[in-house]
């Protein structure tokens, strides 16, 4: 008999859920399941098919009010930097190996506003900006490649890319991330098959989040194979 069963951390939080089966077992990671990924592979993969060529920079932007309730025991960095400190490793396709951050708190208990700088050696740098201070929330992602530049805005799913030659802009129809995101899981768990994002994602997303604390504590850049 095959049981599925949320697997707790010591504070009795699920972290992953397993398939109980003497023969094997299928492991979801509860960090995130990342549909900004599957969107733009999904409804403008240009990326991929090097329409902007050689990725050369990468910046985000998570801005906008603090949710009172929403989250209380952890900052900015945690709560929405990391999001874009998955996407960045998924679109270089290789892992960081330093970051520097600055970070402060003005109304909250942790860092409500942070600026990161993510290096992966000789591949692009990836910039991150996020706050819970701005009035309207913004959700953004630019890549400037050698071959031309591609903006997204994920709250209107517009996807913009200009070359020497044009500009083509997305038609692709707007569609709900989170109920993409549910979907994506109970697929997986109903025909047991790996999620888009694995667990070991999160945990280098939480490393490099740990490292990018240290670094605005510190207030140096910290290299990844550093001890944090």
């Not at 492991?27 to 098919?49: H, Q, T, Y």
């Not at 932007?61 to 009172?68: N, T």
């Not at 701005?134 to 903006?151: A, C, D, F, M």
Request: glycine share 6%.
């Amino acid at each position: 008999m095959k049981i599925f069963q949320p697997q707790e951390d010591d504070e009795g939080f699920a972290t992953s859920f397993t398939f109980d089966d003497s023969d094997e077992q299928q492991n979801f990671a509860d960090f995130l399941n990342n549909m900004d990924i599957a969107f733009l592979k999904s409804k403008f993969p240009v990326i991929d098919e090097g329409k902007v060529g050689e990725l050369v920079l990468g910046s985000a932007r998570r801005l906008g009010p603090f949710v009172p309730g929403r989250v209380a025991d952890i900052g900015i960095i945690k709560d929405l930097a990391i999001h874009d400190i998955d996407i960045s490793r998924h679109l270089v396709k290789h892992e960081a190996t330093s970051v520097y951050a600055i970070a402060g708190s003005l109304v909250h208990k942790y860092e409500d506003h942070a600026n990161l700088v993510i290096r992966f050696d000789d591949k692009p740098t990836f910039f991150i900006e996020c706050n819970w201070l701005t009035p309207r929330k913004t959700r953004g992602l630019n890549i400037t490649g050698s071959e031309g530049v591609l903006s997204l805005d994920y709250i209107s799913q517009e996807v913009s890319l200009g070359t020497s030659f044009w500009t083509q802009k997305s038609t692709a129809p707007w569609d709900e991330p989170l109920k993409r995101e549910l979907t994506h899981f109970a697929q997986s768990v109903a025909q047991r098959e790996q999620p888009q994002t694995s667990g070991m994602d999160g945990l280098e997303a939480l490393r490099i989040a740990e490292a990018a604390l240290e670094s605005a504590q510190s207030k140096r850049i910290v290299h990844l194979e550093e001890e944090i």
